[in-house]
């Protein structure tokens, strides 16, 4: 089975540290991801330290859950890969109307991406998590407002085995050539 296939969103987790090599890999597989013009616009910020795990899961809608996973990859888009500094002060959030914002969110979510089927290789688990607004997690980590958290990766050791979710069927997305 594809690490596609295997992949699920785990919400509960072992209490167990994940090695240093392993998360090293998750991380080493993000930079892999393809970008826009090659512009690379992430950056991750990796959350080991319980408090602030615990201040993460609060921000986002109070899933305390999260606090259980060891690691968050908190992934970021810096959109001064395609706005250069000299353009001013930018303060991005839910509602920024910059056509190179989206870009950044595409290639952001792509790398992101690669950190979650990485983890599925390498026997660790992941949950994509975004319920948050900006404001509500930048400043508990730090993150100036010209970058944009994407979402909060839950990394670690699943402690259940979530069966798969339905899926539509292929032709029910699927158009040749014309919509």
């Known amino acids: 089975m594809t690490e596609i296939e295997a992949r699920r969103s785990v919400r509960t987790y072992l209490d167990l540290p994940v090695e240093a090599e392993k998360l090293s890999r998750l991380l080493k597989a993000a930079r892999l991801a393809p970008s826009g013009s090659n512009t690379q ?97 930048r400043p508990l980590l730090g993150i100036p407002e010209d970058k944009y958290v994407l979402c909060v990766l839950t990394v670690g050791y699943s402690d259940s085995h979530p069966d798969a979710r339905p899926r539509k069927p292929l032709d029910s997305m699927l158009h040749l050539e014309k919509w």
């Open 41 to 137: 616009p992430w950056a991750f910020l990796v959350v080991k330290e319980r408090e602030t795990r615990e201040k993460i899961a609060a921000a986002v809608h109070n899933q305390h859950w999260m606090a259980q996973a060891p690691v968050h990859i908190v992934c970021v888009g810096d959109v001064r890969s395609r706005i250069p500094e000299d353009a001013g002060p930018l303060r991005l959030d839910e509602n920024s109307p910059q056509e190179e914002l989206k870009q950044v969110i595409r290639d952001t979510a792509i790398a992101a991406e690669h950190i979650v089927l990485e983890a599925q290789a390498v026997g660790l688990s992941t949950c994509w998590t975004a319920w948050f607004r900006q404001d509500e997690l």
